[in-house]
Each structure stands twice: as structure tokens, then as C-alpha cells.
């Protein structure tokens, strides 16, 4: 909502809200050249060439951002996802907590309860300070229920089973089919149930053991008090194999499964780190069911004009990309409601704590620019 132009609207004085007009948008249907995204009349480009060669800068950097499509969900997903029946709106509705039943890693952030409540008026997504995702040991310590990924290694009536007395309001009927579902299309529970029979057949003979899905997506088993490093077959779907360059620095590795001095960590809660490639799908299961990769550093631009120093594709250009509503792809993330709004604070926070761990990690570049800013403009 905007104020008349010739009537300056005080903040927060609500008795000046009649006279407050409608911004109206119009349709959103241009459809950029490059990537097939909607837009409105309003984005139109300035420039005239870019005008008429009909691309856009906001979704795909005028045809320089390629990344690959939604997939079409598989049912009875998708039927859950865009159906108008009550059973489907209902899903749709509590799809924070369906998701929540489903995903491979916990999150951990300070929610505001105040605009999370359901009920009339607007619905918001609101933290405070840093979002983390979260991933437990590989099986649950002795005596206590399985949670999130641990619930994935068992067969599918039991997982059902499992999942059912963590949340018994919810449709049990739905909790069976979508289990079944994700035992056919996820490449992450393959993944998971090569790394627990490996763990299996490894944790007798060896005190220190990790098995650790690194930046490359490889699976990578580290024994031994040398850390000898094995790869292990990884299923096709997951198997995204990324320059060996992205994947320095062991902070950014998945832990799945671990042994210290040949114990099984008791709690031990391990950060996925949101550069990793596998942040969005161990979590947002139900938006990303086949397990297809978030933003990684091998993620580059392409340069139809040639004037790009940097080809990286940033963090934020991803989510950006991701984001709009295309006609050659499934609007997966906009049917989402609060599980939407919850990926785009996410999505947000993680570009910001990038943010901010670049300004932390740089500050003896960061220094010497302003040293030399300071030298220039005192020569000048
Ligand atoms: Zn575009």
C-alpha cells in the first residue's frame, strides 16, 4: 500500500488508512525470454535492447543464471500439493509440521511466537538472530525413539509406525503413502543405509571412525588414527560429483556417522553447513523429495556478453533464481504457504551469515583497501 502523492500519510497513524490507495501491479504475465519467469509490467527493463530482447536482471541476470528445474512432484505429493479437496488444504495448511515429520536434519532457530500463531490475519515467519540445520548420530542412543534421519533406516511400516507416535494427530493414511513414496524416489535413504551397513561392518575392527557426505557430495570413510580416507559408491541421484577445488575445508562436510575412541558419540548434534549442497533437500523433503542439490560453490555464470570479471554464482543470485514462478516448471515453492515462508528466511539468514563470515574472515583485505583509499585521497 502506498499514500496518495499529494497526501504525506504519517507512520502508524491508522485514521489516515482510508485515504491510503491500492497499489495495483496488474497481471503478472510477462514471461522473460530466457528462463520462461513470470513478471510484471513494472520489472520491464530500462534499457531498451534488453527491453526488447525480453530478459530480465531479478530471476536470471538477462539469461546469464542456469540452474535446473523443480521437478514434477510425485504422487500423491503433488496431488497434496495442488488439490482442492479438504484432506489437501489441510495437508497444505500444517505443511511445517509434515515436513518436519519427513526431513533428514532438525532446524534450530529463534521463532517469534507472536506471528506464528494460526488464526485470522496475516501468517509470518519471524527469527531472531542465526538458523541452523542440524543432524543427529547415525542411530538413536541405547533406549531412546529414533528422530529425523534415524527414522529413515528402518523399513517402511516401521518408519511409518515411528512416525505416526511422534505426531498422532496427523493422517496416518498420508504418513503410510508418503513414506512409501520417498522409499522410491529419495536418493538420500539409499545413501543413508549404505553408510549405517558400513558403519556396521567397520566400527568392530576401528577405535576412530567418520563417514562424512563431503561439499562433492562423495561419501568419504576417515579411519584410523592417520584419517585414511576411503570413497564409497554413492547412488546416481546424489553422485553430483563438484571440482575437487569447492571441496577444501573440512568444516563444510556432513558428518552422518562417527566413533571417538570407539564410542558412538552419545547426543552428538553436528551444523550442516548452508553451503553444502545437501542443505535444502535434508530438510525441505516434501519441496525437494528427489533430493535434487541446493547452491554449492561450483555454481558459476555464464557470460553471453562477456563483461563478467566474476563467474561465481552467488548464494543469493541462486535463491533469487529459485524464487520466481516459471511456465516451464512446477510452482512447487509458492503452493508451500508457511513451509515457503520459512525457506525464504531461511534463505535469507544464510546469505547474511555468509555475509558476515566473509567480513570476519577478510578483515586484513578489507584493512588494506581502506589504507589505501585513506593514501589516495590524502595524495589527491
Ligand atoms: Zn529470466
Redo the contacts with the bound molecule.
Keep these: 500500500m502506498v499514500g496518495q502523492a499529494n497526501i504525506p500519510v504519517p507512520t502508524a497513524f491508522i485514521e489516515h488508512r482510508r485515504e491510503w490507495t491500492a497499489h495495483k501491479l496488474g497481471h503478472m504475465d510477462l514471461i522473460?525470454s530466457?528462463?520462461?519467469?513470470l513478471h510484471w509490467q513494472a520489472e520491464r527493463p530500462q534499457n531498451r535492447t534488453r527491453a526488447k530482447a525480453g530478459?530480465?536482471q531479478a530471476?536470471?541476470k538477462?539469461?546469464d543464471v542456469i540452474v535446473e528445474r523443480m521437478r514434477a512432484l510425485p504422487e500423491p505429493l503433488n496431488t497434496l500439493m495442488t488439490g482442492q479437496d479438504s484432506q489437501s488444504r489441510l495437508f497444505r495448511q500444517h505443511i511445517r509440521r509434515w515436513n518436519t515429520l519427513f526431513a533428514f536434519t532438525s532446524i534450530s532457530c529463534n521463532a517469534n511466537a507472536r506471528t506464528g500463531t494460526t488464526g485470522q490475519g496475516l501468517q509470518l515467519f519471524q527469527i531472531h538472530g542465526a538458523i541452523y540445520h542440524q543432524k543427529g548420530p547415525l542411530v538413536p542412543p541405547g533406549g531412546r525413539d529414533a528422530l529425523f534421519s534415524q527414522i529413515y533406516l528402518y523399513n517402511p511400516v516401521e518408519a511409518a509406525q515411528a512416525r505416526y507416535a511422534r505426531a498422532p494427530t496427523l493422517d496416518v493414511t498420508i504418513i503410510e503413502s508418503l513414506t512409501r513414496m520417498l522409499q522410491q524416489v529419495c536418493s538420500y535413504i539409499q545413501l543413508y543405509l549404505t553408510v549405517r551397513e558400513r558403519f556396521a561392518q567397520l566400527s568392530e575392527q576401528e577405535p576412530d571412525l567418520r563417514i562424512i557426505l563431503n561439499p562433492e557430495l562423495s561419501l568419504i570413510v576417515e579411519s584410523g588414527a592417520d584419517m585414511r580416507r576411503e570413497t564409497l559408491p554413492t547412488a546416481n541421484e546424489v553422485a553430483l560429483i563438484l571440482p575437487g577445488e569447492y571441496g577444501r575445508g573440512g568444516f563444510r562436510d556432513i558428518v552422518l556417522a562417527e566413533r571417538v575412541n570407539g564410542e558412538v558419540p552419545d547426543n552428538g548434534l553436528t551444523i550442516i553447513n548452508s553451503n553444502h549442497a545437501s542443505y535444502l533437500p535434508l530438510h525441505y523433503v516434501l519441496l525437494f523429495p528427489y533430493g535434487e542439490p541446493g547452491w554449492h560453490w561450483a555454481r558459476t555464470l555464464e557470460n553471453q556478453d562477456g563483461n563478467r570479471q566474476n563467474l561465481r554464482m552467488s548464494q543469493r543470485t541462486f535463491f533469487r533464481f529459485r524464487m520466481?514462478t516459471r511456465t516451464d516448471e512446477p510452482a512447487t515453492l509458492m503452493r508451500s504457504q508457511r513451509l515457503f515462508q520459512q525457506l525464504v528466511v531461511d534463505a535469507w539468514a544464510a546469505c547474511d551469515q555468509n555475509k558476515l563470515n566473509w567480513l570476519r574472515t577478510n578483515q586484513a583485505k578489507l584493512i588494506c583497501t581502506m589504507v589505501l583509499l585513506m593514501y589516495c585521497n590524502k595524495a589527491m
Excluded: D, K, V
Design positions: 522473460c530466457a528462463c520462461h519467469a530478459t530480465f530471476c536470471c538477462h539469461g520466481h
